[in-house]
């Protein structure tokens, strides 16, 4: 099972406490984790990815391992760790102001 940490809107939004756990099929990607993400919560379709483009979000960043993700392509293998359930993959609302 993979373990999913979402920022406290999106739990909110999704009627969820604490971590998500997801059964994904095949290898371990932002893409495919995202995707039964969607699936088991409709209501997060369009909040972490574009409806149209599947683009994340501008203020939406992927960590997992104590490294950014947010900038690897969608379908590149996620850490082992995250894989295995050992890590969580963590979707992180991002800071802005000045």
Do not use: K
């Not at 604490?18 to 969607?38: F, Y």
């Not at 939406?60 to 379908?75: G, K, M, T």
């Amino acid at each position: 099972m993979i373990r999913v940490v979402l920022p406290a809107h999106l739990r909110t939004l999704a009627n969820v406490d604490g971590e998500v756990t997801l059964a994904i099929d095949g290898e371990v990607t932002q893409r495919s984790i995202l995707d039964a993400l969607e699936i088991s919560y409709p209501v997060l379709r369009g909040a972490i990815r574009d409806h149209v483009t599947l683009r994340r979000r501008p203020f939406v960043r992927f960590f997992a391992c104590e490294q950014d993700l947010s900038h690897e392509r969608p379908d590149a293998p996620l850490p082992d760790a995250v894989a295995r359930g050992a890590e969580a993959f963590l979707v992180v609302g991002a800071m802005a102001g000045g």
